[in-house]
């Protein structure tokens, strides 16, 4: 049986084909002018090498400080915990995270201002080494789980 794809489903396909392509580019681009950035400085929601926003969170061990993952580019820089990524939001009342109860290693950050949520890995909990682009199809139950709730990865930024 032939798959048949609509229009929209057409341009989707085509847009991860492209994005795919494009992806080798912007790793090797990121890590040489990752040498021209102070990360340890950048305070802003998306990736100070290419602009996207993160694909995916960590808790460091030590001292749990976030840092993020580009989706793109894949570079790393330090965030804070408190701040949503996409619209600033410091409200601790609109801030929150869930997990899956058996999985409490994997948490899904999430703001109710702007209904963004990221995918946030507690680096203490788990005793590894993370992979990002492998931790985030790992974790695609936590994708359903948040889409289930109302949240989605592109954030309806709140102007204030």
């Not at 802003?44 to 061990?61: A, F, K, W």
């Not at 994997?106 to 931790?135: A, D, H, P, S």
Request: charged share 25%; net charge negative; proline share 2%.
């Amino acid at each position: 049986e032939n798959l048949v794809m609509d229009e929209e489903g057409d341009w989707q396909f085509l847009a991860l084909l492209i994005r795919m392509a494009v992806k080798v580019f912007y790793v090797a681009y990121a890590r040489q002018e990752q040498k021209k950035y102070n990360l340890q400085v950048w305070n802003r929601g998306i990736c100070p090498v290419c602009g996207q926003q993160p694909m995916l969170g960590r808790l460091r061990s030590g001292d749990g400080a976030r840092s993020l993952e580009c989706g793109l580019c894949h570079t790393q820089w330090s965030f804070s915990r408190v701040v949503c990524p996409c619209c600033s939001n410091e409200n601790q009342d609109a801030l929150g995270f869930f997990y899956h109860q058996q999985r409490q290693d994997r948490r899904v950050y999430i703001c109710n201002g702007c209904k963004f949520y990221l995918k946030t890995v507690v680096l203490k909990e788990t005793q590894r080494e993370i992979i990002g682009e492998l931790e985030d199809a790992a974790t695609l139950y936590l994708d359903v789980l948040a889409h289930e709730e109302g949240y989605n990865l592109e954030g309806k930024p709140v102007w204030h």
